[in-house]
């Protein structure tokens, strides 16, 4: 997650002009509106510029002192910082948002999570600098403390143990 106190936010009383700025000074594609401390929505610098070139019939200096509230997405689904990392990559599949904003109780802004902050989470699990070995276990009762015995007697060390259903990595598929 990136906190609220690390991430630029678009005032919600702001104009077009000053939020393509604070999205230009950021680098990103988009960022969350917020009014004070509350999350209103998001807005998309690419849903600005399609807007402008395929909709407007206004100059760009008129376009600019539009208000963000015209522009902006306000139907955008949140999640709480009790959400899993599994919901959050699920909620990312499902939609097309470029983050999704972490809110309390209040609707109050906390953070945004965001794909790249998902893989390495993923890339903290499974690691890129040690070996690994990926065990493919039957679901039947033992199973697993089988493979955790055999690997203990010949001094390994388990570091993470992730599940996945087999469905998702295509091993359903595999035929020995």
């Known amino acids: 997650m990136i906190p609220k106190k690390e991430l630029r936010c678009i005032d919600y009383n702001s104009n077009i002009e000053q939020a393509i700025n604070v999205i230009d000074e950021t680098n990103m594609l988009s960022l969350p509106v ?5 999350f209103i929505g998001v807005l998309s610098k690419q849903f600005l510029y399609e807007n402008f070139f395929r909709n407007e019939n206004c100059s760009k200096e008129d376009f600019l002192k539009r208000p963000v509230a015209d522009f902006m997405k306000d139907s955008v689904e949140s999640c709480s910082m009790d959400t899993t990392i599994e919901e959050a ?9 470029r983050f999704i904003p972490i809110t309390d109780a209040d609707g109050n802004l906390m953070g945004v999570i965001t ?13 890129t600098k040690h070996n690994s070995l990926m065990l493919l276990v039957d679901g ?9 015995d ?3 007697d010949a001094g390994g060390i388990i570091c993470n143990l992730v599940s996945v259903d087999n469905g998702v990595t295509g091993f359903n598929d595999l035929h020995v």
Request: aromatic share 16%; no cysteine; net charge positive.
């Open 140 to 148: 039947y009762k033992g199973a697993l403390a089988r493979v955790a």
């Open 115 to 127: 794909q790249q902050s998902i893989f390495r989470f993923y890339q903290e699990i499974f690691g």
């Open 89 to 97: 990559a699920s909620m990312f599949i499902a939609s097309k948002v």
């Open 34 to 38: 917020v009014d004070g401390e509350k």
């Open 150 to 152: 055999i690997i203990a």
